[in-house]
């Protein structure tokens, strides 16, 4: 192969490869525009915003088992991180084990991971050194020590159902057996 035929063959390979590039979806981050908490999908405008168009009814990912979820609802504006899975996932989140398409890393086949924070903002942790799960603003705060202490931080705490402290049982407001005892 001539020097100049190589030069062709390989600005056509790099030209190609770059194109395949461009029209794979691997992962991307996006805005959230609206959070369907019932169905658990949203509606998200990949970033940047001007070469993208919104994607509608992407499936949220959240930690779960069988028996426990932990959830947390999304609001408009919230920054997520969105996969595009290798495979057809139609069937799959139908609770199948098959694809029906030979497609792969399309945007049909989006899930939502939210959110994520800014590079310029500080989430204000009560405790960087624990498990926390607090709201933004620090008012309410649940701290798992490395320890196993638990720690529960709130303008007000309901506690619903049975309660103790070091093995005694607490009485709670409309208990019958409190006897109209104030609860402090």
Known sequence: MTEQANKHANGFFNDFGKSLLQDTNVCKLGK??????????????????????MIINVPVATVRSKDFVFYYPLEAGDLVVLLFVDNDTDNILLGQDSAETERVHDISDCICLGGITLLKDSLGLAQKDA??????????????????????????????????????ELACKGDGTSDGASIV
Do not use: C, R, W
């Open 131 to 168: 498990a926390v799960l607090q709201t933004t603003g620090g008012s309410g705060k649940i701290t798992l020590g490395k320890d196993g202490s638990i720690k529960l931080e709130g303008p007000k705490i309901d506690l619903i159902g049975h309660a103790s402290y070091n093995g005694k």
């Open 32 to 53: 959230v525009v609206n959070f369907y908490p019932a169905q658990m999908k949203v509606d998200v405008l990949p970033m940047p915003s001007e070469d993208n168009s």
